[in-house]
């Protein structure tokens, strides 16, 4: 069974310029997530999608931030534009359904290194 | 508010020793919890996780925890530590209602030989 795949694995980009980030979960998993790894600390949520629908995009910080989930398949974030402390691994997440008893499974990351 | 907190940021064990790593949680609700481990440069795998029943789960690679609802934790212990078992470690917690899970910062295990 093929993992999350995540593109690109690494990005180097200005401060104000624009990046995006694309996810492909797992076939038939409903729920999708993304998350923001600062080094030194634990992964934290931006986003989370059901099938299409966005669940919870509190932390999302919007005015620089969006997310999508055309269909209930893939999902692309992007950043505009990008300040030095996005800096961080992007990681994308996925899991059948988001209820109980549900492992989320996660792909290796988009490293972002904003300079 | 709900919080992971992992006390020990980095920790350095001998190969064959036993180890025992640090996780304490505040959660309003009844909590599901997790532990995740992290090689560089790649993604998050799941060691083990616990929902109800019995407090002490079994894992892969050889990990188990146990929760101790009395004192909000979910200690992951391992009897006898491999060079392989070097990476991060992520305690986070969860609820049934599935809302996505927080994490704790980490504690980065070294094996030293």
Redesign the interface.
């Known amino acids: 069974e093929a993992g999350v795949a995540q593109s690109p694995r690494y990005k180097i980009i200005e401060k104000r310029q624009s990046v995006a980030f694309w996810c492909n979960p797992i076939s038939g998993h409903a729920t999708l997530y993304w998350y923001q790894q600062i080094l030194g600390q634990g992964p934290k949520l931006l986003i989370q999608f059901q099938n299409n629908g966005v669940v919870d995009d509190s932390q999302l910080p919007k005015d620089r931030f969006s997310a999508e989930r055309l269909k209930g398949v893939d999902s692309t974030l992007k950043i505009q534009p990008a300040k030095l402390e996005d800096s961080a691994v992007y990681l994308c997440a996925s899991s059948p359904q988001a209820t109980s008893g549900n492992t989320i499974y996660f792909g290796e990351g988009s490293w972002l290194t904003v300079v | 508010a709900q919080s992971?907190t992992q006390p020990d940021i980095h920790i350095t064990v001998s190969e064959g020793a036993s180890l025992e790593l640090r996780c304490n949680y505040s959660y309003g609700a009844t909590p599901?919890l997790f532990w995740?481990v992290q090689s560089p440069?790649?993604?998050?795998?799941?060691l083990l996780?616990y929902?109800s029943g019995d407090t002490l789960v079994q894992g892969i690679k050889g990990f188990e925890a146990e929760f101790k609802r009395s004192q909000s934790s979910f200690n992951l212990r391992k009897p006898s530590v491999h060079w392989s078992d070097a990476a991060e470690y992520?305690c986070?917690v969860?609820?049934?209602?599935?809302?996505?899970?927080?994490?704790?910062?980490?504690t980065t295990l070294s094996v030293s030989s």
Do not use: D, E, S
């Open positions: 992971v599901y995740y440069g790649q993604g998050l795998q799941l996780k929902f992520f986070a969860g609820n049934q209602a599935g809302t996505a899970l927080i994490f704790g910062k980490g």
